[in-house]
């Protein structure tokens, strides 16, 4: 079953429950590219030992980009037979901009897209077409993205000293954003209603350099120590606003907390395939899905069950043997259809039933640290 962002959070569900039923989980993927001029080189000197396949492996995974990934869950019936379920998804280095918050959360990751010549001619020659990456894919991110993204946010909380650019109003045109500074201050500073602002706040203009939008902020921060000298200046909206505020050690400390609570829900939405990943190298994901992306693919459920009953359903899965998961009254596949699985007579080479220590299981645990 093809997977896009149009159905991830209504099949996660149903995804989820796959692997952690199944006996045996295979997957495979699609390279952006599959050697480079070391590997050649290598290759050549006949000397293939088993570090020397890891390492190429290694750096090909780090060097290049995953543009299709897929796996087939495996479970063994009372008959002999083994039952399969399938997934396929389009990966792509881009990730969600629905809000401003989401923009700024991908521009501060950065990322690289690199595609071997040869791929792209492969890709050609069998019809394949790498645009998909760019067509409704499921958006990821790697552990080591989300432990970057984090501690960028710690050094945030510190204040920065801002480099001071000298500037001349007159010279550089500064004067009318001058006057709109100098006449908000003043304007809140004679305001005596009782709804009166507790806060200014300075909308700063579009700036094609940071030297020029560091020249706006620099002028707001004058004119507030000359007039409000009382107030401080932070900036919000990722530098789009300054804010003239009256110093508070709760305010902050919400301030704080929304930035932090900004993080968490950007890193849910843009998780995607790294839930998948974690869940396959037997990681921990419960706490990384939010309810209300699964909430209406748990409605259909029995008793319409809540994502925390989800949760549970899916960790106590992942923590049983075949055996009890078989003694179980209630089992996840009574709670979707299985009209996309196939039964075959015999299992595939090397299938063994409950093997904790599968090869699909120790091989997407090599996907740790790796982006794709």
Not at 13 to 18: E, R, T, V
Not at 24 to 43: C, P, Q, R
Not at 128 to 138: H, M
């Amino acid at each position: 079953m093809e997977v896009s962002m149009n159905n991830f959070w209504r099949m996660l569900p149903k995804i989820l429950i796959s692997i952690a039923e199944a006996d045996f989980v295979a997957f495979d993927v699609e390279m952006t590219g599959i050697s480079d001029k070391l590997s050649e080189a290598a290759y050549s000197r006949n000397n293939q030992t088993r570090q020397h396949i890891y390492e190429h492996s290694k750096r090909i995974a780090s060097t290049f980009n995953l543009f299709q990934f897929g796996f087939t869950c495996l479970t063994a019936q009372r008959d002999g037979s083994y039952s399969t379920k399938s997934f396929s998804f389009n990966v792509s280095p881009l990730l969600i901009e629905d809000t401003r918050e989401d923009e700024f959360f991908a521009q501060d990751i950065g990322r690289n897209l690199t595609v071997s010549l040869n791929a792209l001619k492969f890709l050609r020659r069998e019809g394949q077409q790498l645009e998909k990456i760019f067509s409704n894919p499921v958006p990821y991110l790697s552990r080591k993205e989300i432990r970057e993204a984090r501690e960028r946010l710690e050094s945030r909380k510190t204040p920065r000293v801002l480099r001071d650019h000298q500037y001349n109003e007159d010279e550089e045109g500064l004067n009318f954003f001058s006057a709109y500074v100098f006449d908000a201050i003043s304007t809140w500073l004679d305001d005596r209603s009782d709804d009166k602002p507790s806060d200014i706040k300075i909308s700063i203009p579009p700036a094609d350099s940071k030297k020029r939008a560091s020249v706006y902020h620099k002028i707001v921060r004058t004119a507030a120590q000359n007039m409000v000298p009382f107030m401080k200046c932070r900036t919000r909206n990722y530098g789009a606003t300054v804010l003239i505020y009256i110093e508070g050690f709760d305010e902050e400390s919400e301030r704080v907390k929304t930035a932090g609570d900004r993080l968490d829900a950007s890193i849910k939405k843009q998780k995607g395939i790294g839930i998948v990943i974690e869940a396959l190298a037997g990681g921990d994901f419960a706490h990384e899905i939010d309810p209300r992306y699964i909430i209406d693919a748990l409605s259909s459920w029995p008793a319409s069950m809540s994502a925390k009953d989800f949760c549970r359903l899916v960790q106590r899965k992942f923590n049983t043997t075949p055996e009890q998961r078989e003694s179980e009254d209630a089992s996840g596949s009574e709670y979707y259809d299985s009209e996309d699985s196939d039964a075959y007579s015999q299992g595939p080479p090397g299938f063994v039933p409950g093997d904790e220590h599968s090869p699909a299981t120790m091989a997407a645990s090599t996907l740790d640290d790796h982006e794709p």
